[in-house]
């Protein structure tokens, strides 16, 4: 019998469009973009449907992505498909918490839009992010570590891309000694900071005292943190686990590899998208991998998912 995986990508997958036919053709959809709206004050179907210059700010993106996520993973439950596990990539581990059951989608909510807030406001201007292929991890933590000014890895994602995040000269200083250490390309990122950083510490101690007043429930699956690439199967850990994930690395390589040793075999990529599913193939091409994206994903997931 396989084990299946629910996971959800993080900022950068998000796409004008995203999640509007969910909208338009599912209740349980459709409660929770307007829960979302609710709880924030903002139109949510207008930012996550509609051109507009809030989906690319950080304050925006991560509610619009996480509604989008739990908005499809409500579908999904509804039609009975239901994970061993979740794990999601940096704002995506939100989706991944839902999925356990550890918290109600509102109070994700809640906390989500105030992370993007404090995440916006941690670092207006001055931060950058670059990914960096084909150089060993190795290599690029000593040439971060040798480095002057804020800069190290924001992302393990997969064999042969890793992201690396800081102060945006330091940023530059590294990527060009990567390239002279034989990195194949260094590619800076479209973000609007430097996330996963030590300068986004600020950011996690303010959502911390946010995530102290957060209802936790009890687990009904257990999913995998980014911080430590382990499972977490109790609410003690939680709250501390998201502080520190907002300036610590996303383990997202080793959280998959530590999947895949526990026998997972079916890997099903939740919200805008097919980011994660790339990184998952590249770690292991054996294993099943799926995609939740748009509406007529859902016919195709549940059809292999039956025969699994």
């Given amino acids: 019998m396989s084990k299946m995986v629910f996971m959800f990508p993080g900022q950068g997958a998000q796409y004008a469009g995203m999640g509007k036919d969910f909208y338009e053709k599912e209740k349980a959809a459709k409660e929770i973009f307007e829960k979302a ?3 924030t004050g903002l139109d949510i179907p207008a930012i996550c449907f509609e051109e507009n210059d809030k989906l690319s700010v950080t304050e925006y993106t991560q509610i619009a992505m996480v509604t989008v996520e739990i908005a499809i993973l409500k579908v999904l439950e509804e039609r009975g498909i239901r994970p061993q596990a979740a794990a999601g990539l940096s704002l995506g581990e939100y989706g991944a918490i839902v999925a356990s059951g550890v918290m109600r989608a509102d109070t994700a909510l809640a906390i989500v839009r105030r992370r993007g807030v404090y995440m916006q406001e941690a670092v207006p201007t001055g931060g950058a992010m670059a990914a960096v292929l084909g150089l060993s991890t190795e290599v690029i933590e000593e040439i971060c570590e040798h480095t002057e000014g804020i800069v190290s890895i924001a992302n393990y994602n997969c064999p042969g891309q890793i992201v690396i995040t800081g102060e945006a000269a330091a940023v530059q200083k590294a ?3 990567l390239q002279q250490k034989g990195a194949k390309r260094v590619v800076p990122l479209n973000v609007s900071g430097p996330f996963h950083s030590q300068m986004l510490v600020g950011a996690g101690e303010r959502l911390r005292k946010d995530l102290d007043r957060a209802q936790l429930l009890d687990f009904s699956i257990p999913y995998v943190a980014n ?8 609410t003690e850990p939680v709250r501390e686990l998201l502080e520190k994930q907002i300036s610590s690395p996303v383990r997202w390589q080793q959280s998959v590899e530590r999947l895949l040793a526990d026998g997972f075999d079916t890997f099903v990529e939740i919200g805008p998208g097919r980011t994660l599913s790339g990184f998952v193939k590249k770690i292991n091409r054996e294993v099943t991998v799926l995609n939740v994206d748009k509406y007529e994903d ?4 549940m059809e292999v998912l039956k025969n699994a």
Avoid: F, M, N, P
Wanted: charged share 30%.
């Fill in 227 to 234: 911080l430590t690439a382990d499972y977490v199967r109790s």
């Fill in 37 to 39: 709206g609710y709880i």
């Fill in 298 to 301: 859902l016919d195709k997931c």
């Fill in 175 to 177: 990527g060009e000694a």
